[in-house]
């Protein structure tokens, strides 16, 4: 099973206001998944074009992440940020899976 990205534990922060203590649990920088947005896929090419090197017609994606240009999973409708078949300008595949997915950074 391919990994998604987990929001980390939360940390407490102590605020005093002269004899007023206030605790408080802020939430730490959320990962990957919170940074960027999935995009609906292409009515007319879908998430990954038959024909496209590495595209299977059993794609199950219906949405990519906004660092894919045409993304993949063969298990899961939702396509993560390690699902990416291509990238958008200025970001670079590396490669995860068998299936030649990955990461655009």
């Given at each position: 099973m391919k990994r998604?990205?987990?929001?980390p534990a939360s940390r407490f922060s102590v605020v005093t206001f002269g004899?007023?203590?206030a605790v408080a649990m802020l939430p730490l920088a959320s990962s990957c998944e919170d940074e960027h947005q999935q995009v609906p896929c292409s009515s007319?090419?879908?998430?990954?074009?038959v024909g496209y090197p590495g595209c299977s017609v059993n794609n199950q994606c219906t949405s990519c992440y906004d660092t894919c240009?045409?993304?993949q999973?063969?298990?899961e409708s939702y396509c993560g940020a390690d699902d990416c078949m291509t990238c958008q300008p200025g970001l670079t595949l590396h490669v995860l899976?068998?299936?030649?997915?990955?990461?655009c950074r």
């Amino acid at each position: 099973m391919k990994r998604q990205c987990a929001r980390p534990a939360s940390r407490f922060s102590v605020v005093t206001f002269g004899w007023l203590v206030a605790v408080a649990m802020l939430p730490l920088a959320s990962s990957c998944e919170d940074e960027h947005q999935q995009v609906p896929c292409s009515s007319s090419t879908g998430c990954c074009p038959v024909g496209y090197p590495g595209c299977s017609v059993n794609n199950q994606c219906t949405s990519c992440y906004d660092t894919c240009v045409y993304c993949q999973d063969l298990n899961e409708s939702y396509c993560g940020a390690d699902d990416c078949m291509t990238c958008q300008p200025g970001l670079t595949l590396h490669v995860l899976w068998s299936d030649g997915t990955g990461e655009c950074r």
